[in-house]
């Protein structure tokens, strides 16, 4: 993995669409990774006016599972609840367990144009490695 | 990796088990297709699940078959009820992601000056894109159990289509052992409201034109004839069923462990099939599978309505009826000759379909003679083909063939190479009307993104592994 990394990039699948993603700490790195999930869905979001809010908590017996559970989480608030995540508020991370509050707003498709449709995000070659100096994460997502 | 793979003949390729494979690999491909195939990790994946335990003849690998989540896309595997497992990563997130083929008694000609307004109602009438909901069909959740457990049934109960229709689906549009109470909260909650609509990405409602006959008995037998106007739809089990593979996927992960199960890949997460994870899994995927049943139930009732409509005409005089409707994301319980000697096997069929033999009792007395109807789609620019399937596929793939064109090109290439152009125009210019509802979609699904499918299918017939009926182009193109 190169080192100038700041967020997160796409990587190439021939069929789907992966994430390689860092963070100074595990809480950034899962954040970088659902504001990159959010790109990968609506595009570059400009504004950032919140109006509601949605509390996920995730359970997993590692990190890569939390990390699964937490962005596909994301995609069922979406898919249910028409709720766009706009920013993340971390509130606690550990090896087992995760809560966030997301700050966003309601599906508009003037205001969200929808780029594509993520079915889920997969286990398939997910790595999360704590780095020398923070973390980073590779993840590809079912389109 | 550099894997081994010896050439058996023109259209066929064998992977010697290396490592822990405990079988081996079995390519459909033509070389140029190889090679192609060596630069991805697909081979990879085909030697993968040639590792799992209980696995019976070979890991196959369809010529369509690229880099998938576990399995290869394109993959099929058979295993043993004893010592064999399921895996959620060889039958994929969209559970019964499938195709259904309607005909009707019109002629292309019939549509002339027609086109564009036939597009708009089904574009209007059929929700597609992104999280598209039905606003008018709201599930109980009462409702939505018995679409879990009688699948295509519940819709023609509901008013939405004939027991004809039922008769021309795959397992007559219900997988039995279906059991709700093993779907989650959340995919229930994900599947209320998606019920009836078509999803994004390659999913597509397309209105084509029988092009050219290639086999003139089957295509009678299937009610086709040249010129013929025809509705081919492509969608799955949306949200349900991606919600169903994710949460088993963490229970089969577990599950791997519990039962000591050696994993190469931890999307390739299994159980056994004796297990109770194993059996559980497979009666929600049910679940999932009859809800894809009965979405391509209800989106067929919406194209009737459609073209009545548009074309002024009552459903006798359409005749719009269907001519088969397959899944090519699916496990299921099936009997095959192996070794002189029938076998109950668990197969897995992931972007691969089910190409059973004429004569054979599972598919439709009217296609007994010919062998059951085989749908393969292309890309929206190009064809479609109609297939029978055959007694070699039986032999030798149980009874499987390919599923479709396959990517050859990320998402990414693909805007990239229609940058500058204007696909909707270009299309139109060629004769077909495309609606979609997302931004990026086709940008994404432009043509030359996908393997010529004429080559896919024409591998699957030389290998003798189906038979080619048809070739439909398409007319009218509806992309979520």
Redesign the interface.
Known sequence: MKGSLKKFRYLEHTADMGLEVAGDSLAELFIHAAAGLREMIFGEISEHAADRQEWITVEGEDVEELLVGWLNELLFLFETRGFVPLTFRMERIGIGDMSATVYGAAFDENRFPVLREVKAVTYHRLAVKKMKRGWRASLYVDL | MKIRIDRIDACRWRIPPFGKMRTEGLVFATEKMLKALEE?QALEQVCNVATLPGIVGPSIGMPDI?????FP?GGVAAFDPADGVVSPGGV???INCGVRLLRCKLSVDELNGLRDRLADALFRNIPS???SQRRDLKLSRQDENRVLTSGARWAVNQGFGTDEDLDRIEEQGCLPGGRPELVSD?AL??GR??LGTL???NHFIEVDQVAEIHDGEAAAALGLFQDQVTVTIHTGSR?LG??V??DF??VM??ASQKYGIELP???L?CAPLASPEGKEYLAAMACAANFAFANRQLITAWVRESFERVLEKGPVDLGLSVVYDVCHNIAKWETHPVGGRERRLCVHRKGATRAFPPGHPDIPAVYRSVGQPVLIPGDMGRYSYVLVGTREAYAETFGSTCHGAG???????AKKQARGHRIAAELAEQGIVVRAA????LA?EIPAAYKDVADVVRVVHDAGIGKIVARLRPLIVIK?
């Open positions: 991805e690229h880099w998938g989540y576990g896309i994929g997130y969209d894109g992104v999280g959340k909650e994900r409201s998606q999803g994004s990405g949200g991606h919600q593979c994710d996927l963490r992960h577990r890949d931890r999307q997460c990517r050859v090109m990320s998402r990414h290439a997302g931004h990026a979609t994404e979520g």
